[in-house]
């Protein structure tokens, strides 16, 4: 029997936390699964075209009521092209990914984004498991929301998986993208 302990104190019983990897275990011996909603590690940046493409990491302006930390990746050249991968783990109790939240904003003529998920198959390696296509980017700031029914497979061996999204960009455009906000279970 799996039950879903979401939001409960996450102790061994004697008041000690539990740590990362842990599991949870009821008086009756059942392992509880602990849903867990949590931002992705900061993203690793790809600069695919060698020149007038840049990428950094902007800070909220909290007193504009801005609380979004956004990857921000603008071109002075066209075709301009930069990836950007976050990656995520299920712990050892959990099984699979439920939700994937980005938030996405373009601005300029018409940048576009590929919205990929890779997840880690029985051999080790990495599989495409989700590909959005190359689609136009919103002028505000939209949420895409994946959910387990859009991925083709669930995390296998070590259960590491990654979000990858592809900027394409002209000269003035620029692209924003939150770091994936996803719940595990």
Same mark, same amino acid.
């Given at each position: 029997?799996?039950?879903?302990?979401?939001? /409960?104190?996450?102790?061994?019983?004697?008041?000690?936390?539990?740590?990362?990897?842990?599991?949870?275990?009821?008086?009756?011996? &059942? @392992? =509880? #699964? =602990?849903?867990?909603?949590? *931002? =992705?590690?900061?993203? !690793?940046?790809?600069?695919?075209?060698?020149?007038? $493409? &840049?990428?950094?990491?902007?800070?909220?302006?909290?007193?504009?009521?801005? !609380?979004?930390?956004?990857?921000?990746?603008?071109?002075?050249?066209?075709?301009?092209? !930069?990836? $950007?991968?976050?990656?995520?783990? /299920?712990?050892?109790?959990?099984?699979?990914?439920?939700?994937?939240?980005?938030?996405?904003?373009?601005?300029?003529?018409?940048?576009? *984004?590929?919205? %990929?998920?890779?997840?880690? &198959?029985?051999?080790?390696?990495?599989?495409? @498991? *989700?590909?959005?296509? /190359?689609?136009?980017?919103?002028?505000?700031? #939209?949420? #895409?929301?994946?959910?387990?029914?859009? /991925?083709?497979?669930?995390?296998?061996?070590?259960?590491? %998986?990654? @979000?990858? @999204?592809?900027? %394409?960009?002209? &000269?003035?455009?620029?692209?924003? !993208?939150?770091?994936?906000? $996803?719940?595990?279970?």
């Amino acid at each position: 029997m799996t039950l879903i302990a979401y939001g /409960l104190d996450q102790t061994d019983g004697s008041g000690r936390p539990l740590e990362s990897g842990e599991d949870l275990v009821d008086a009756g011996g &059942n @392992v =509880l #699964t =602990l849903a867990e909603e949590k *931002y =992705l590690e900061f993203g !690793v940046f790809d600069i695919v075209s060698s020149s007038g $493409v &840049n990428a950094d990491t902007d800070a909220p302006d909290l007193g504009s009521g801005d !609380v979004e930390v956004l990857d921000h990746f603008s071109s002075t050249t066209s075709s301009g092209r !930069v990836d $950007v991968v976050y990656q995520g783990r /299920l712990a050892s109790f959990q099984s699979s990914v439920t939700q994937i939240r980005v938030l996405i904003k373009g601005t300029g003529a018409s940048p576009q *984004y590929r919205l %990929y998920v890779y997840a880690e &198959n029985s051999g080790g390696s990495a599989a495409q @498991v *989700y590909d959005s296509g /190359l689609t136009a980017a919103p002028g505000t700031l #939209t949420e #895409t929301l994946l959910t387990s029914g859009d /991925l083709s497979s669930q995390p296998l061996s070590s259960k590491r %998986y990654h @979000v990858l @999204v592809e900027a %394409y960009l002209d &000269n003035g455009e620029d692209l924003f !993208v939150s770091r994936p906000f $996803v719940r595990q279970e």
